[in-house]
């Protein structure tokens, strides 16, 4: 793996991404929908807007690459697209010394072929890539290349696009903000510019001078001024040139030539380039301050009384800073009782962390340097923290001389939340007026897109609004829809036919109802219509909305679903559906046949009211049905009434739709299979088993001679074969009948049957042959055992018809692998044996020569 070099311009490059604000934003539609776009067009299964930091790769958006949020940039592709100003693209990495060795290429996700193209900001820095991957080596062609090009571009315009709206929104906010401010101070403001004159003044500011709206815009601000105190002004403005904000006393002159003492706050306004534009006066009438600083000795009692009353803290502190005076809700406000009242106590209720700072405000505001106005917190002695506003005033006698402080405390604990959901309410506010302006600017587009027809008609049935469809469907222009009615749209046949819902909809009704509309092409299709009143304010009809839907294939649907239902009652297999967790949703008639439960049995309850027999089927079925969508088997499920039955189930996935709200579903489509299985039995017994004795037949014992001779390959095995023909049945069979004859040999099976382990095999071959299979055989000396215990049993005198019989049995015995290796040389040498017990008196046994050639076969 060979890094990429870094960018040339990287210190600016990445200054640049960091100013965009989105690495580690949350994912936006617009981005995901580039990714999707570069994956359809160049036909790949992975794509990325990859934004590259100092040390990773940061994906904004990403197809393919699940879990996957960034990666080291040493390793990424994209390190080396980012510094040109074309495609770059890697037709097979494997190929590639650069790639060849990389992780990602020789692990997760695999990359094979690599091409991305740069994201280039206006200011010429590249940022990142938009990038596709596949997993097999491949290229794209121009048309491709061109697309991820044009992709890229577009991504990097949103980056910026996105960036811009944050600032947009901000300023906004901030000049919606001032502009409040301005228009609801109780202050009077004026903004003057250089020539003096007033180009903006608030609503206090009217009320102030006398002026009815709008009055004291470009008229001259000296007109305001007394003449004695136009000096005064003047320099007050050459000092806030030097960047000064003043404030102070003066006089100001109403349009009636009344005189106001007031007091001034001058801010100098300067543009975006620093440039002096004029100055921001704010005035505050204190003419009553001053008639009421003359009265104040004869109403201070009247004073405290009052403020007593007032919701906020009212304090006067003298000229040494302690207390003179304070009300109770001063002291509610800091929980300070009357007798502790004092300086050092008030410090000790402000926060810690704000004390110094209102201390040092407190020392700015003596002298009347600035006025006091603090926000800070309070701690109640139980701990409880709260937010007051604390404003004061410095108190001078009428030469000027300081007395003190009087001030104001408000606990803005609450108001602060309220004012907090406030700004939020306003912000959402404006952001949904912002949205409600590009729906609007969307509705036409929307209303085009839709397949049905849209429009609005006015009251008086003349056309204010129809979408594209509607007027492709009419044949109308946009104008000519403007100029037309509703008679005129539809006609007059089916003006008539419309009319009662026109009149039911202005009356104020929804109108629903369906007609048959000839479409375009002349074809006859059914249509949904809907009529909805639009009313205003005082609930009188203004217009009609209109939409019409074209159910025809909704129609042909309807019917299906009715076939299917249909269906789903006559079928004579049981159907049952369930939810993803497996409880029952519906189930059918035959459902109920078959099981016994009813629908109200079962509705809402697992489907495990069948019971469960086999758990691990079941947790097959459950797989299958999880990785494969379907399972075919049979389990053994229960009736209502505690009957067993083998179920022959078909259960598959009905998948959920998450676009529809759709749920996933399973359906179980079953019958009963339980006489079946009785009768495959029955047929598989009667295939393997002799008919008359119910012992093996000729081709269970050749399938399990052949399965313990194949298992000597792997482990070590003793087996013998023992042939036997009974002797003298032939006579009893002639004498007593072949029905008798039969039951003599079910007796002998019998007998027989007593005698073998059950690991061992008796079969009849047909006739009066049998012959037993042993497993493990001990040796010669337990055979003979075993044959000897075979004649005695078979030699008992047996009752047939009356008639007491008897017969016995000739055995041949051969032994694996002294006698034969095969199934046909082991029964060929056991037939043989038997011969010779025949041969040899009968009723007795003989073992295989050890010196035949069968031995070898």
């Given at each position: ?159 910026e696009g996105r960036r811009a709206l944050r600032i947009e929104r901000h300023a906004m906010a901030e ?318 046949e089916a003006y008539e036919r419309t009319r009662p819902y026109l009149e039911g909809v202005l009356a ?333 008196g009968r009723n007795c046994w003989q073992f295989a020569s050890d010196e035949t050639p069968l031995a070898?076969?």
């Amino acid at each position: 793996m060979i890094p990429a070099p870094l960018r040339s311009d990287e210190d600016r490059a990445l200054a640049a991404l960091r100013a965009l604000q989105v690495l580690d934003s949350p994912p936006e539609p617009e981005f995901d929908a580039l990714v999707r776009t570069a994956a359809l067009v160049c036909g790949v299964p992975v794509s990325a807007i990859s934004l590259i930091d100092a040390q990773r790769q940061w994906f904004k958006a990403q197809l393919g690459l699940t879990g996957l949020d960034e990666a080291p940039r040493e390793t990424a592709f994209c390190a080396h697209a980012v510094l040109g100003e074309t495609v770059f693209e890697v037709p097979d990495a494997r190929l590639d010394p650069r790639f060849a060795d990389s992780p990602l290429v020789l692990a997760a996700p695999h990359i094979r072929f690599y091409a991305g193209a740069p994201l280039r900001l206006s200011g010429g820095e590249h940022v990142g890539t938009l990038c596709v991957i596949d997993r097999e080596p491949r290229q794209l062609d121009d048309q491709q290349r061109e697309v991820l090009q044009q992709l890229a571009l577009a991504a990097s315009q949103m980056l910026e696009g996105r960036r811009a709206l944050r600032i947009e929104r901000h300023a906004m906010a901030e000049a919606s903000r001032a502009a409040a401010l301005l228009q609801h101070s109780a202050d009077a403001i004026l903004s003057i510019d250089t020539q003096g004159l007033i180009r903006r003044a608030n609503a206090a500011a009217e009320r102030l001078f006398g002026a009815a709206p709008l009055q004291l815009l470009g008229r001259s601000h000296a007109s305001l001024v007394p003449e004695s105190f136009q000096a005064r002004e003047q320099n007050n403005r050459q000092a806030l040139s030097a960047g000064e904000a003043l404030s102070h006393e003066s006089e100001r002159l109403r349009l009636d030539g009344q005189r106001l003492l007031v007091s001034v706050t001058l801010v100098a306004e300067h543009d975006l380039d620093g440039g002096e534009i004029g100055v921001t006066e704010f005035i505050r009438d204190i003419t009553a301050r001053e008639e009421a600083a003359q009265a104040l000795a004869l109403s201070a009692e009247r004073f405290r009384s009052l403020s007593d009353c007032v919701p906020v803290g009212v304090f006067q502190v003298d000229r040494g800073g302690q207390s003179g005076y304070t009300n109770e809700q001063w002291r509610q406000i800091y929980q300070i009782a009357p007798a502790q009242v004092s300086h050092e106590t008030w410090l000790s209720r402000i926060h810690p962390e704000d004390r110094e700072r209102v201390r040092q405000a407190s020392q700015r505001s003596q002298g009347g340097k600035e006025p006091f106005d603090e926000i800070y917190r309070v701690v109640w002695p139980g701990g409880e923290v709260r937010h007051v506003r604390s404003r004061a005033q410095e108190l001078q006698s009428l030469r000027g001389e300081p007395l003190g402080f009087v001030g104001m405390v408000e606990d803005i604990t609450e108001r602060r939340v309220f004012e907090a959901q406030l700004v939020q309410a306003r912000d959402q506010a404006r952001a949904a007026a912002q949205e409600a302006l590009e729906n609007a600017r969307l509705l036409r587009n929307i209303t085009d897109a839709v397949p049905g027809l849209v429009a609005y008609w006015r009251r008086d049935l003349s056309c204010r609004f129809a979408s594209r469809s509607f007027e492709e469907w009419y044949g109308r222009s946009r104008e000519d829809m403007l100029r037309l009615s509703v008679p005129d749209v539809l006609g007059p046949e089916a003006y008539e036919r419309t009319r009662p819902y026109l009149e039911g909809v202005l009356a104020g009704q929804v109108q629903t109802f369906e007609r048959s509309i000839r479409r375009p092409d002349g074809r006859l299709g059914q249509m949904l219509v809907h009529y909805v009143p639009d009313t205003d304010a005082r609930g009188e009809v203004r217009g009609i909305f209109a939409v019409a839907s074209d159910v025809s294939s909704l129609k042909t649907a309807q019917r299906e679903l009715q076939l299917a239902a249909s269906v789903f009652s006559a079928t004579v297999d049981a159907v049952m559906v369930t939810d993803a967790q497996g409880l029952i949703l519906s189930v059918n008639p035959a459902f109920t046949a078959i099981t016994g439960f009813e629908p109200a049995d079962v509705m809402g309850r697992s489907a495990d009211v069948l019971g469960r027999d086999d758990r691990a089927l079941e947790a097959q079925a459950r797989e299958a049905l999880r990785t494969q969508g379907h399972w075919q088997g049979e389990l053994w499920r229960r009736r209502k009434s505690g009957e067993a039955f083998l179920q022959w189930l078909d259960l598959s996935v009905i998948p959920g739709d998450p676009l529809t709200g759709a749920e996933e579903r399973q359906l179980h489509v079953f019958s009963d299979g339980t006489e079946q299985r009785r009768r495959d039995e029955r047929l598989q017994h009667l295939a393997f088993h002799d008919a008359l004795t119910g012992l093996a037949n000729r081709s269970l014992l050749m399938e399990r001679l052949g399965r313990l001779l194949g298992q000597t390959h792997r482990e070590r095995r003793e087996l013998a074969l023992m042939y036997m023909d009974l002797d003298g049945f032939k006579a009893v069979n002639d004498s007593v009948g072949h029905a008798q004859g039969d039951a003599l040999l079910r007796q002998v099976a019998a007998r027989m049957s007593t005698l073998v382990r059950d690991t061992d095999t008796l079969a009849r071959l047909g006739g009066d042959e049998f012959v037993l299979l042993l497993d493990q055989a001990a040796g010669p000396q337990e055979l003979e055992l075993v044959a000897g215990r075979l004649i005695e049993a078979v030699s008992q005198p047996m009752v047939l018809a009356g008639q007491s019989v008897v017969v016995g049995v000739s055995v041949g015995i051969a032994r694996f692998p002294q006698h034969g290796r095969t199934v046909e040389g082991l029964m060929r040498a056991a037939d043989l044996a038997m011969y010779a017990a025949k041969a040899a008196g009968r009723n007795c046994w003989q073992f295989a020569s050890d010196e035949t050639p069968l031995a070898a076969s």
